[in-house]
């Protein structure tokens, strides 16, 4: 299946081996073989990759091996699984997905239906809001490049990074991101 959103690329349909294709109304008479018709042709076919989206469910349960400080508020309906540890004064919202091996340090908080892949850490006083997608390998909170020059050749000050992080609702994150506090 594919789709056509670009008006550029009509003489495209002619050699379109695809089985069906999306078009919008005023080119579907162009398509050689089975086509869709939506006013909104991308739009569509993002909708349909949904119905072919394998990725497995999680259960929704805390895995025995998570570790999760006694002081940690967690929501209902969470799936935790192994080795994540979820540090003192934190909060997981409602519907959370945490996958295996994230860390979610002090005091920090997860909006409602958040999705940490695999190996995510999220330091200390970070807040995400809503349906927040964070993919694999991704670390949000850690010191930016702060250092001030001293008087000695060589030699640097910290300057530490005391701001935090705040992700609004509904933003996806691909892996392997920093997302660095502000000082």
Known sequence: ISFLANEKLVKSLADCKATAVIVKPELKDQVQGAVLVSS?????????????????????AIHPSAVIDKTARIGNNVSIAANVVIGAGS???????????????????????????????????????????????TVIGSDGFGFAPTREQYKWQKIYQLGGVRI????????????????
């Open 168 to 183: 609004g609702n509904r933003v996806d994150i691909g892996a392997n991101t920093c997302i660095d506090r502000g000082a």
């Open 40 to 60: 909104n042709p991308y739009l569509s076919f993002a909708s349909l990759t949904a119905l072919f989206n394998d990725a497995p469910e999680p259960l929704r």
């Open 91 to 137: 909060e997981v919202g409602d519907d959370c997905i945490i996958e295996a091996n994230c860390v979610i340090s002090e005091r920090s908080f997860l909006g409602k239906a958040c999705h940490l892949h695999a190996n995510v850490t999220i330091y200390h006083n970070v807040v995400l809001g809503d349906f927040v997608n964070v993919h694999t390998g």
